[in-house]
Nanobody, 114 residues
Framework: QVQLVESGGGWVQPGGSLTLSCAASGTISNIRAWHWFRQPSGKRRVLVASISREGYTNYADSVAGRFTISSDNDKNTIYLQMNSLGLDDTAVYYC????????WGQGTQVTVSS
């Protein structure tokens, strides 16, 4: 019923920047919050950033000051601006939508490498 489509992943050199997008389609109501997670290969999936319906944001300590989450609820789309990327930021990035049920995107690979 609800699909999340992510884009913007790819290869970037250390110190570079990328912006991820996640657009939701389908019947969406009662949006509570959006989240970005990431999962490095062979490691645990962790929460990176969140934004509530009201626009309040939270960040993991590992990305605070470097990443910015934003949302356009009229377009049912969120973004993750990533700056000063390092090797430890390499991961599959997932967006989620909390609207009563929780929906997950397919994930997009971000690889930071020289």
């Amino acid at each position: 019923q609800v699909q999340l489509v992510e884009s913007g992943g790819g290869w970037v050199q250390p110190g570079g920047s990328l912006t991820l997008s996640c657009a939701a389609s389908g019947t969406i109501s009662n949006i509570r919050a959006w989240h970005w997670f990431r999962q490095p290969s062979g490691k645990r999936r962790v929460l990176v950033a969140s934004i509530s319906r009201e626009g309040y944001t939270n960040y993991a300590d590992s990305v605070a000051g470097r990443f910015t989450i934003s949302s356009d609820n009229d377009k049912n789309t969120i973004y993750l601006q990533m700056n000063s990327l390092g090797l430890d930021d390499t991961a599959v990035y997932y967006c989620t939508l909390d609207s009563g049920e929780v929906y997950w995107g397919q994930g997009t690979q971000v690889t930071v490498s020289s």
